[in-house]
């Protein structure tokens, strides 16, 4: 009877359907880091910046998967890595590709200039092994918006049977995942004339586990993308286009939610200009509604220009929304400098007012600062640097060298031309000296760049920065932390700070090829005395920060200090300030405003 009833169960299993035969494809997506001067690889343990180029190719793919774009009986496995912050174990990933057959695509996503010759070197060996690579991100999108397809370096791709991905993802990395999962990748996918619009499309997105190797547990987003200026030396303007495009207060809310359900609240909104973005209201009261209405924490870092003070309520509600750190692309104070950059937008007589609207909402203001505009010599940029931190209450200024980056004017005019600039891509990080200057010799213009980071960051400006901070409602528990970063990383380090981090990783296997490999008894020994040292001059920094931390929050009149900086702007538009003065640029501008008071007055009595 047992037997009976065994029978008649086995009857009855194989009469149900059978299970398919499901395929998994591997999709893994490196960002790539790039190497520093000793041909090491750049990784911290905890790194300063998410990759919003990551965040946005995960949340793709994750749209694709959920979509099963390569049919019903094929799951997507993800795996996101960001070589800043992770080791990126080669074999690891080609013996995993083995045990699938092949099936999947290695995708090196927004990978910049200076990342393409590490790009290329972790590509190599996949493309060995037969596994499908393709490479996207501003590189291979600038070279090909600006150039004629083989300039710098493409052909390397070519050679390499690399697919080269040229504009943005969305809408269009099914397609190149269809392909690859029929082994029939396309040389090139140029999407740069069809800008896809944003609205409604997959939102930015890393796992817990990814974010968390950055400092303060911190994500990024776009919320929109495109910039309607035409700076010669931007890069953005060929690749995501003039025409601004948005994300929606919705996609941002969603995006927000899915966030905060891993415990994460603190983003990097990478817009070049979010000051520009048309739906900057109706983001920040949604962001607003968010952190005051659903008790979201919202910690909020944003890029904006030196105008975005004059537009009714942004910087009042930029606050509530919960920016506590924000950006300016400050680039200059010489007008005669922003000029030949084509950066006229950038009117040195708005200056302080803008500074001092986001000193009155308690906010850590940092400026991009660039070295090398053609009337630039290391005595005026000496005197620039003292004007600044006498005259602007900047928390924070970024020091950059003047580069002829791959995908913007600058390089197109120098490259039609034939003028000399360093065939090393890797150097194209704008700290490094990329071509030849009218006044200044490429010895005198590097020393400058590393002279600059320690005018700015002198103890006695930095206690100064933090006594403002006490007197405006700016956090100096905060402040320290930055300063900190900024202070100490191109001295420790040799990389910008931006590139910088918590504890610098190595390995003697991750060095640039054609470079020697170090004997292990020799690099070991050598980074652990290079540790102990360097976090010996950070532990000195942080002691002297902290107190004057404690000192200045002990004097009862901290909050009545003030000096030139934070003194609110005069009736004649400060007029006699060195800002002004110092500069044959400076006293136009001054002039321009005061011309152009008169006319108005004058239209006003008619």
């Given at each position: 009877?047992?037997?009976?009833?065994?029978?008649?169960?086995?009857?009855?299993?194989?009469?149900?359907?059978?299970?398919?035969?499901?395929?998994?494809?591997?999709?893994?997506?490196?960002?790539?880091?790039?190497?520093?001067?000793?041909?090491?690889?750049?990784?911290?343990?905890?790194?300063?910046?998410?990759?919003?180029?990551?965040?946005?190719?995960?949340?793709?793919?994750?749209?694709?998967?959920?979509?099963?774009?390569?049919?019903?009986?094929?799951?997507?496995?993800?795996?996101?890595?960001?070589?800043?912050?992770?080791?990126?174990?080669?074999?690891?990933?080609?013996?995993?590709?083995?045990?699938?057959?092949?099936?999947?695509?290695?995708?090196?996503?927004?990978?910049?200039?200076?990342?393409?010759?590490?790009?290329?070197?972790?590509?190599?060996?996949?493309?060995?092994?037969?596994?499908?690579?393709?490479?996207?991100?501003?590189?291979?999108?600038?070279?090909?918006?600006?150039?004629?397809?083989?300039?710098?370096?493409?052909?390397?791709?070519?050679?390499?049977?690399?697919?080269?991905?040229?504009?943005?993802?969305?809408?269009?990395?099914?397609?190149?995942?269809?392909?690859?999962?029929?082994?029939?990748?396309?040389?090139?996918?140029?999407?740069?004339?069809?800008?896809?619009?944003?609205?409604?499309?997959?939102?930015?997105?890393?796992?817990?586990?990814?974010?968390?190797?950055?400092?303060?547990?911190?994500?990024?987003?776009?919320?929109?993308?495109?910039?309607?200026?035409?700076?010669?030396?931007?890069?953005?303007?060929?690749?995501?286009?003039?025409?601004?495009?948005?994300?929606?207060?919705?996609?941002?809310?969603?995006?927000?939610?899915?966030?905060?359900?891993?415990?994460?609240?603190?983003?990097?909104?990478?817009?070049?200009?979010?000051?520009?973005?048309?739906?900057?209201?109706?983001?920040?009261?949604?962001?607003?509604?968010l952190r005051e209405k659903d008790g979201i924490p919202l910690g909020l870092m944003i890029q904006v220009d030196t105008l975005c003070h004059k537009i009714p309520n942004f910087v009042e509600k930029a606050k509530r929304a919960g920016v506590t750190r924000v950006f300016i692309g400050l680039e200059n104070i010489n007008p005669d400098n922003l000029i030949a950059a084509n950066k006229r937008q950038n009117k040195i007589t708005e200056y302080r007012k803008m500074l001092l609207a986001w000193k009155a909402q308690g906010i850590i203001t940092l400026a991009g600062y660039i070295l090398g505009f053609p009337a630039d010599t290391p005595e005026t940029i000496r005197r620039d640097i003292e004007i600044i931190k006498r005259e602007l209450p900047l928390d924070v200024v970024e020091f950059f060298c003047?580069?002829?980056?791959?995908?913007?004017?600058?390089?197109?005019?120098?490259?039609?031309?034939?003028?000399?600039?360093?065939?090393?891509?890797?150097?194209?990080?704008?700290?490094?000296?990329?071509?030849?200057?009218?006044?200044?010799?490429?010895?005198?213009?590097?020393?400058?760049?590393?002279?600059?980071?320690?005018?700015?960051?002198?103890?006695?400006?930095?206690?100064?920065?933090?006594?403002?901070?006490?007197?405006?409602?700016?956090?100096?528990?905060?402040?320290?932390?930055?300063?900190?970063?900024?202070?100490?990383?191109?001295?420790?380090?040799?990389?910008?700070?931006?590139?910088?981090?918590?504890?610098?990783?190595?390995?003697?296997?991750?060095?640039?090829?054609?470079?020697?490999?170090?004997?292990?008894?020799?690099?070991?020994?050598?980074?652990?005395?290079?540790?102990?040292?360097?976090?010996?001059?950070?532990?000195?920094?942080?002691?002297?920060?902290?107190?004057?931390?404690?000192?200045?929050?002990?004097?009862?009149?901290?909050?009545?200090?003030?000096?030139?900086?934070?003194?609110?702007?005069?009736?004649?538009?400060?007029?006699?300030?060195?800002?002004?003065?110092?500069?044959?640029?400076?006293?136009?501008?001054?002039?321009?405003?005061?011309?152009?008071?008169?006319?108005?007055?004058?239209?006003?009595?008619?």
């Amino acid at each position: 009877m047992s037997a009976a009833i065994k029978k008649e169960g086995q009857l009855a299993r194989s009469d149900l359907p059978r299970p398919r035969c499901v395929k998994r494809f591997q999709l893994v997506l490196i960002k790539p880091s790039h190497y520093d001067d000793d041909g090491y690889v750049i990784r911290w343990w905890r790194a300063m910046i998410p990759s919003n180029s990551l965040a946005a190719l995960y949340g793709i793919g994750l749209d694709c998967a959920e979509r099963q774009v390569l049919g019903p009986d094929v799951v997507i496995d993800i795996e996101a890595i960001d070589e800043t912050n992770t080791r990126i174990d080669i074999l690891e990933i080609i013996a995993r590709f083995r045990r699938h057959g092949t099936f999947g695509l290695v995708a090196l996503v927004g990978v910049q200039s200076n990342q393409y010759p590490r790009a290329l070197d972790i590509a190599r060996p996949f493309r060995n092994a037969g596994i499908p690579v393709a490479i996207g991100g501003f590189h291979v999108s600038g070279c090909l918006a600006m150039l004629d397809g083989s300039a710098v370096d493409l052909d390397d791709c070519r050679q390499m049977g690399i697919a080269m991905f040229a504009g943005e993802a969305e809408g269009r990395l099914h397609m190149v995942l269809q392909d690859a999962a029929q082994g029939r990748l396309a040389p090139i996918y140029n999407f740069m004339k069809e800008l896809p619009e944003m609205r409604c499309t997959p939102v930015p997105f890393l796992p817990k586990r990814s974010v968390a190797r950055t400092l303060g547990l911190s994500a990024s987003f776009d919320a929109g993308r495109g910039c309607p200026y035409q700076c010669s030396f931007c890069t953005i303007i060929n690749v995501q286009g003039r025409k601004s495009r948005y994300r929606s207060a919705d996609d941002v809310e969603r995006l927000i939610r899915l966030n905060w359900a891993s415990g994460i609240h603190k983003f990097f909104i990478t817009d070049d200009n979010f000051a520009r973005n048309k739906e900057w209201e109706a983001i920040l009261d949604r962001l607003i509604d968010l952190r005051e209405k659903d008790g979201i924490p919202l910690g909020l870092m944003i890029q904006v220009d030196t105008l975005c003070h004059k537009i009714p309520n942004f910087v009042e509600k930029a606050k509530r929304a919960g920016v506590t750190r924000v950006f300016i692309g400050l680039e200059n104070i010489n007008p005669d400098n922003l000029i030949a950059a084509n950066k006229r937008q950038n009117k040195i007589t708005e200056y302080r007012k803008m500074l001092l609207a986001w000193k009155a909402q308690g906010i850590i203001t940092l400026a991009g600062y660039i070295l090398g505009f053609p009337a630039d010599t290391p005595e005026t940029i000496r005197r620039d640097i003292e004007i600044i931190k006498r005259e602007l209450p900047l928390d924070v200024v970024e020091f950059f060298c003047l580069t002829p980056l791959p995908g913007s004017k600058d390089h197109q005019v120098l490259w039609r031309q034939g003028t000399a600039m360093d065939l090393d891509l890797n150097k194209y990080d704008v700290e490094h000296v990329c071509t030849a200057h009218p006044k200044m010799s490429k010895s005198e213009w590097d020393a400058i760049y590393r002279e600059a980071w320690s005018l700015y960051y002198t103890l006695e400006h930095m206690r100064t920065l933090l006594c403002r901070a006490a007197a405006t409602g700016v956090s100096m528990g905060s402040l320290v932390k930055v300063l900190v970063t900024f202070a100490t990383t191109v001295r420790l380090e040799n990389v910008h700070p931006l590139q910088g981090g918590i504890l610098r990783l190595r390995h003697p296997s991750e060095r640039r090829p054609g470079l020697p490999r170090e004997n292990a008894w020799i690099f070991w020994p050598r980074l652990a005395a290079e540790i102990v040292y360097k976090h010996a001059i950070l532990i000195h920094m942080i002691a002297r920060l902290l107190l004057f931390r404690i000192a200045i929050a002990l004097d009862p009149n901290a909050q009545m200090y003030t000096d030139q900086a934070l003194t609110p702007v005069r009736d004649d538009g400060d007029e006699t300030l060195d800002l002004f003065t110092k500069t044959t640029g400076g006293h136009s501008a001054v002039s321009h405003v005061k011309r152009v008071a008169q006319l108005t007055a004058t239209d006003r009595s008619i």
